[in-house]
C-alpha cells in the first residue's frame, strides 16, 4: 500500500464495563432490562484507501495487537487469521474501485470481559460504512456487528456490548424481544458524573477470559428454566435498581446493586466469579469500597469493575494492594465516554 493513499477514514467506539443485568440480553432470556457504561481505551480502525488497480488483493489487514499483517480477499470462502475481522468486511463489502489498508488497534487487553471484540467490529463496521453513500446509524451498526458474531460466526453473543459501543453514555437497554431493543442514555449533573468517573476503577484478572463448559452449563439451565425464572428476572431488576440509584447521585445504592449483581452471577454458577475475582473483592472490602461488579458473564480471566471510596487516597491504596497480591494483575485506566462510534 502507497505512503500516500487517496484519503483516510477513522472511527473509534468505547468498550464497556459494570454491565448489571447482563445474561438478560440474549437469545434464551428473550426479553431484558440491561445498564451499562461506556469507556475509554477505544478500539480505533484506520483505513487507508487506494486505487483498486493497482494491488492484487483489496484488503490488507495490519492487527497490532496481534502483530499481525496479512492481505485477505472477502471473495474467497473460510477464514484466514482474524475470522471476527474478516467476516465484518465480507459482510460490509469493500467498494471495486478500492483497495484498502485497515489498521486495527485497541489499548485495552483482549478477553478483558470489557466488549472490546464487540468495540472493534463496531468501529470496524462504522469505518466500511463510511466507504460508501449513506450512513448505518448508531443501531444499525450495533445489529450488524451482532449478527456478526451470531449469524456469520455462529457464536454465542448477547446485544448490549455492541449498543454500548455504537451509543456510548451511560444506557439502560430494554429488550422487549431478542434482539430488538431501545437504548436511553442516562443524563446525569457534571457534578455526579465526575464524581463517578473518579470512583471507578477496573482490574484486569491478568488472562484473557474465554468462554467456557461453565458458560454452557448456565445457558441450558437458564434456558431449561424459562424466560420468567427467577434468576433473569433478579437480574432484570438490578439493571433498573443501579439505574434508580444512579440517577439519584446515590453511589451508596448503586454499589449495593453491583454487589448484588456479582453474588447473582455466583449463584448461577460459583466459578463465574473466579478465585481470582473472590481475590479483589476481598481486597475491596478491607478498603471499604461501595461495590464492584466482575464484568461480562463472568468467569475464569476477564475483569473486575470496582467503585471505590470517594476518597482518592484510599482509592490508591486498595489499587496498590490489589497489584501487589498478585503479579499478573492490572489496573486499566478509564475515563467516561459520551459519545459513542465517531467516524471521521
Not at 459494570?18 to 431484558?32: H, K, L, R, S
Not at 463496521?125 to 448508531?138: F, H, K, N, S, Y
Not at 437504548?183 to 471507578?200: D, F, I, K, M, W
Amino acid at each position: 500500500m502507497p505512503d500516500s493513499p487517496l484519503y483516510t477514514i477513522r472511527a473509534q467506539a468505547p468498550m464497556r464495563i459494570c454491565d448489571i443485568g447482563g445474561w438478560t440480553d440474549t437469545w434464551f432470556a428473550e426479553y431484558g432490562s440491561i445498564f451499562n457504561i461506556a469507556v475509554s481505551p477505544y478500539a480505533q480502525v484506520y483505513i487507508n484507501v487506494s486505487p483498486r488497480e493497482e494491488y492484487p488483493h483489496p484488503v490488507r489487514l495490519c492487527v497490532v495487537n496481534f502483530g499481525d499483517v496479512y492481505d485477505y480477499d472477502p471473495a474467497t470462502s473460510g477464514w484466514e487469521k482474524h475470522p471476527l475481522l474478516e467476516a465484518a468486511i465480507r459482510r460490509i463489502g469493500i467498494p471495486e474501485d478500492v483497495a484498502v489498508e485497515i489498521t486495527i488497534h485497541c489499548d485495552a487487553p483482549p478477553g478483558g470481559s470489557t466488549g472490546t471484540s464487540a468495540a472493534v467490529t463496531v468501529a470496524l463496521i462504522g469505518a466500511l460504512d463510511a466507504l460508501t453513500p449513506g450512513r448505518m446509524t448508531p443501531n444499525q451498526v450495533a445489529a450488524t456487528a451482532q449478527a456478526v458474531e451470531t449469524q456469520d460466526l455462529g457464536l454465542q453473543c448477547g446485544i448490549q456490548d455492541q449498543l454500548c459501543a455504537a451509543h456510548g453514555g451511560i444506557n439502560c437497554i430494554e429488550m422487549s424481544h431478542y434482539p430488538l431493543a431501545s437504548v436511553a442514555q442516562l443524563q446525569l449533573p457534571s457534578a455526579v458524573l465526575a464524581e463517578l468517573e473518579s470512583r471507578l476503577a477496573l482490574v484486569y484478572l491478568g488472562k484473557s477470559h474465554q468462554s467456557s463448559s461453565v458458560h454452557q452449563k448456565v445457558i441450558t439451565q437458564l434456558e431449561n428454566d424459562g424466560v420468567d425464572c427467577a434468576p433473569l428476572n433478579e437480574l432484570r431488576s438490578l439493571a433498573k435498581s443501579a439505574q434508580v440509584a444512579l440517577a439519584a447521585g446515590d453511589f451508596t445504592a448503586f454499589g449495593a446493586a453491583m454487589r448484588a449483581n456479582t453474588a447473582a452471577q455466583a449463584r448461577l454458577h460459583p466459578d463465574l466469579v473466579s478465585e481470582d475475582a473472590r481475590r479483589v473483592i476481598a481486597i475491596a472490602q478491607q478498603h471499604g469500597a461501595a461495590g464492584w461488579k466482575v464484568n461480562g458473564a463472568g468467569g475464569d480471566g476477564g475483569s473486575i469493575t470496582l467503585l471505590c471510596e470517594g476518597d482518592a487516597t484510599k482509592k490508591q491504596a486498595l489499587l496498590r494492594e490489589v497489584l501487589q497480591s498478585k503479579q499478573a494483575f492490572q489496573t486499566i485506566a478509564i475515563a467516561l465516554d459520551s459519545h459513542g462510534l465517531q467516524v471521521w
